[in-house]
């Protein structure tokens, strides 16, 4: 698994709209700021995620965008591999592989077959709503210095 450019930006807007959940819409220069993205950049990458249904725009002078649904319900592995793609770390593994002739006697596909199911298991069981906790819990965190 490789988190692109695209992929990171989109999880850090992901994370700040589900941040400003309760708000109406977040405009995208406010977002570009938060999230130290390049604005024009930050535009095509909220486009692909309203096309995968993860965020919602609105219009006009009091326009911007919102999540689509609430951050309990979109999940950190659906838009991994949404924006960048299979999480396997060789391409073996996806269905339908034809590439290679030892396939079935091959004994790294077993290690590779676990590191997959491993990371699945660890993003598919993270939802927005769990990161916006753990960020809040880390921002409540009271440093003490003498």
């Known amino acids: 698994m490789r988190i692109t450019y695209r992929g990171d930006y989109a999880l850090k807007a ?6 400003h959940y309760d708000e109406n819409v977040v405009t995208i220069n406010d977002l570009a700021k938060r999230t130290d ?5 930050l535009e095509q990458v909220l486009l692909g995620l309203k096309r995968g249904g993860f965020v919602e725009s609105r219009r006009g002078k009091v326009g911007g965008y919102r999540l689509a ?12 591999r949404f924006v ?3 999480v396997e770390p060789i391409s073996c ?16 596909k077993n290690v ?10 660890i993003i598919d069981n993270i939802t927005f709503e769990d990161l916006v906790s753990q960020l809040k819990k880390k921002q409540g965190a009271v440093v003490y210095a003498i």
């Open 112 to 121: 590779w077959e676990r590191v997959a199911k491993a990371t699945s298991e």
């Open 69 to 80: 649904k609430p951050p309990s319900e979109i999940k950190l592995g659906y838009v991994v």
């Open 84 to 86: 960048d793609g299979p």
């Open 14 to 19: 992901l994370l700040d709209l589900a941040l």
């Open 93 to 108: 593994l996806e269905g339908g592989y034809s590439g290679c002739r030892d396939i079935y006697r091959c004994v790294l």
């Open 37 to 41: 993205a390049p604005t024009k950049f």
